[in-house]
């Protein structure tokens, strides 16, 4: 069982193997999280990304971190679902993007994970209900993966995260 924390700042900052982005199908970049990942591994990430695009919603795929500093040793680009009111599927996607983010991490033998709360900016994703799924499918996922660190970027995000931790009624 992997040790799940949440933590409140900035996932460039996050010392971890690998690093998960809430990117775009194109995997160029974008805004939010994505402009801060891209950033901070310089324009080969989008180069790499660009290579191995499209990144359906709900898929992951990885590219080295480049100009990220060790130990990160690889960046998962992930696709939530835009919000469209709850009944087109916008919550199996965004678990599968977290079971396929650990799927990918336990390929590369990674020990340790970032995850952003993926969907809930830009994407339109309710927070409370995006950080419930996320804790459900980290809980319920066959992972070798040690760590799982959830970043929240704001308090809110941080406190819907904690609350997501602490409950025993989480969705299957
Ligand atoms: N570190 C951690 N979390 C961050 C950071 C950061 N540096 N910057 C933003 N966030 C948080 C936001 O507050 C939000 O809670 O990441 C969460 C996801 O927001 P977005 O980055 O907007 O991602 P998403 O909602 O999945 O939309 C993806 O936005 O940036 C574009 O290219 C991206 O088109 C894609 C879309």
Redesign the pocket.
């Known amino acids: 069982m992997a040790l799940i924390e949440v933590v409140l ?4 900052d996050e010392v971890v193997d690998a690093i998960v ?4 199908e ?1 995997l ?10 891209h950033s901070a591994a310089g324009p080969r990430l989008a180069q790499a990304g660009g290579a191995i695009a499209p990144c359906l919603p709900g898929d992951a795929k990885v590219t080295p971190a480049f100009d990220l500093d060790p130990p990160v040793k690889y960046v998962i680009h992930t ?2 679902p ?1 919000w469209d009111g709850g009944a087109y599927g916008e919550a199996d996607t965004l678990a599968s993007c977290y079971r396929r983010c650990l799927q990918v991490a336990d390929e590369l033998g990674v020990r340790g994970i970032a995850f ?10 309710p ?1 409370a209900l995006a950080a419930r799924i996320a804790v459900a499918t980290i809980k319920s996922a066959q992972t070798d993966v040690a760590l799982i660190r959830l ?4 308090q809110t ?1 941080y406190d819907l995260l904690v609350e997501a931790t602490q409950r025993d009624d989480l969705p299957a």
């Not at 952003?116 to 994703?125: L, R, S």
């Not at 970043?151 to 704001?154: C, H, K, L, R, Y």
């Open positions: 700042g900035d996932i460039a982005t809430a990117a775009n194109s160029l970049g974008g805004g939010g999280v994505d402009w801060a990942v696709v939530g835009v952003p709360a993926i969907a809930t900016g830009v994407y339109g994703f927070s970043v929240a970027f704001d995000a």
